[in-house]
């Protein structure tokens, strides 16, 4: 088999390294940094975003006209944008849901958070507001929607309902890559409420894991740590495809060497919390670098 190797470990970017062949797999050089990027970053209390998003990772919702959007000029990690739009396009909801909220800088968040402590009180915004510097909008891959019917739309928490288009939005997000990121019965894990209209972007195939599984990104990254290249990996195959996913630990150097079996392409994405996420493919699925 022809053999295509990329790195992705910046979410959805090629990456310059260095690779070895090794038996029946390369390594890659990898600069530890690494572990602050990707799609799977896991952005809470205890862990929080540790540098700006570039802004040549970010892309415009203007430059989707179907797509309805609660302001010009907002932005959104540029695969994630891609993939939000084939949702709404797949359920049918470009003329009844608005992205309300996209992506944040860390003023912007701070603003909101001062602004709802305001106006809410202490106690709602620890709910529903995340502390600036631990606000998933902080990395691009995170969008708050809503229902476009419903009259004004509450900006911190918008009316997003379980019919129409939204609930086929809901049903179809992992699909498309996208998770629920708050839901009910994990407020213990995520620390945030409940939170029907807030949609974390993770990619293939772990928004489908997440969802067959029930698992909230903190539960989900916790139990990929579980895999190892020389160990179990955890594996999913179905007539098209096979997938390998298993974990990296960065150690205490400047780079770190990731092992990467013979595939069609990989994406790589740090957790922001220790390690790396490799993510195999194999089979007869078109080879792309995004997803």
């Known amino acids: 088999m022809e053999q ?8 959805g970017a090629d990456r310059d390294l260095t690779e070895l062949q090794v038996r029946n797999h390369h390594l890659i050089r990898v600069d530890v940094a690494a572990v602050r990027e990707g799609h799977l970053i896991l ?26 959007a609660l302001a010009p000029g907002m932005l959104l990690e540029t695969t994630a944008l891609a993939r939000l739009s084939e949702l709404l396009a797949a359920c049918r909801g470009t003329a009844d849901i608005v992205a309300v909220s ?3 800088t860390a003023a912007e968040q701070t603003e909101i958070y001062e602004s709802s402590l305001r106006d809410n009180g202490p106690q709602y915004t620890a709910a529903y507001v995340a502390w600036p510097g631990c606000s998933e909008h902080q990395t691009g891959l995170a969008v708050d ?11 911190i928490a918008p009316d997003f309902p379980d019919s129409g288009a939204c609930l086929d939005f ?14 009910a019965g994990k407020e213990a894990l995520t620390g945030i409420a409940c939170e029907p209209w807030h949609f974390r972007y993770v990619g293939a195939p772990h928004a489908e894991l997440m969802e067959r599984e029930n698992l909230c990104l903190e539960e989900y990254i916790e139990r990929l ?25 960065i150690g205490d150097g400047s780079f770190i060497e990731v092992p990467i079996p013979d ?6 994405s740090g957790d922001n ?19």
């Open 263 to 268: 595939c069609d392409y990989y994406r790589l």
């Open 225 to 249: 740590r579980r895999y190892s290249f020389g160990g179990e990996r955890l594996a999913i195959e179905d007539e098209r495809e096979r997938v390998e996913i298993y974990y990296v630990p």
């Open 4 to 11: 295509r190797l990329f790195s992705t470990a910046a979410a």
């Open 43 to 68: 952005v809470n209390r205890q862990h929080p975003v540790r540098e700006p998003v570039p802004a040549d990772k970010l892309a415009d919702l203007d430059a989707y006209p179907a797509m309805r």
């Open 145 to 155: 929607v809503g229902f476009a019917g419903g009259g004004e739309l509450d900006f």
């Open 170 to 183: 809901k049903r179809l997000a992992a699909q498309h890559g996208f998770v629920q990121r708050y839901r």
């Open 102 to 104: 996209a992506y944040r």
């Open 273 to 291: 919390a220790g390690g790396l996420i490799v993510t195999a493919f194999s089979g007869k699925r078109r080879r792309s670098l995004v997803g």
